[in-house]
């Protein structure tokens, strides 16, 4: 498995606000990606982060709102931008270790935006 | 990717197996079946996956029908800790995961 920690745990942010979060493995993975979960809903992918180009963005999810980093084979940002209170969610990171083997998830990131 | 039908929700008594059905009726030969759950809204913890085989870990058993159109997610010894939304997930060529709404299990002392 992979150790994944993310930051910050949790998050109260005011409306108009954006929030960058971390995410963070213990080793080098080929592919992250990043979720959200609204409240009382299940997850949904947001976008695939690529290490040395631009996200891959989900229907739905745009790189204005959702700008994403992947400096290296370790680590990815999200950054919610210009936030609003329909953001207030659990964000997650997750990782394969290589292309097709098994996900796994951070502990994700709780936002309640006011 | 193949889209899954599971229960909204099941109870199951402390000490006895819970059996969480799922339902795959199009997946493709070359996807698989996962299993996750979420306990309390942390980050989803992988219980098993399973191609065409039954499959067995320190978690969990995984019995796929020969057809592969459905499958059942045995816990063995259910304890109040296994209370969580569990997930059935089709994975295919894309690698994504498409999370359903998923089975609430209610382990009851």
């Known amino acids: 498995s992979a150790v994944i920690s993310q930051k910050p745990s949790r998050d109260i942010c005011q409306r108009g606000t954006s929030l960058t979060i971390q995410c963070q493995v213990d080793?080098?993975?080929?592919?992250m990606f990043w979720y959200r979960q609204q409240p009382g809903q299940s997850l949904t992918l947001i976008a695939t982060?690529?290490?040395?180009?631009?996200?891959?963005?989900e229907s739905g999810f745009v790189i204005d709102k959702f700008p994403i980093s992947r400096p290296n084979l370790t680590f990815s940002t999200l950054t919610v931008s210009n936030m609003s209170p329909e953001d207030s969610s659990i964000y997650l990171c997750?990782?394969?270790?290589?292309?097709?083997?098994?996900?796994?998830f951070g502990p994700g990131t709780r936002l309640l935006v006011l | 990717d193949a889209k899954t039908t599971q229960p909204t929700s099941m109870d199951c008594a402390e000490g006895r197996a819970a059996n969480l059905p799922c339902n795959h009726s199009t997946i493709s030969g070359n996807e698989y079946v996962y299993w996750y759950r979420q306990i309390h809204s942390q980050g989803p913890q992988y219980i098993i996956h399973?191609?065409?085989n039954n499959e067995t870990n320190e978690m969990a058993s995984l019995i796929i029908t020969e057809d592969r159109k459905s499958s059942t997610l045995i816990l063995p010894h259910a304890t109040l800790r296994d209370t969580a939304v569990y997930y059935c997930i089709v994975r295919g060529s894309n690698y994504k995961l498409t999370f359903g709404k998923g089975t609430l299990l209610t382990v009851n002392p």
């Open positions: 399973g191609l065409k």
């Open positions: 997750s990782v394969d270790r290589a292309v097709g083997e098994t996900q796994y």
């Open positions: 982060a690529n290490q040395g180009s631009e996200a891959t963005y």
């Open positions: 080793s080098q993975v080929t592919m």
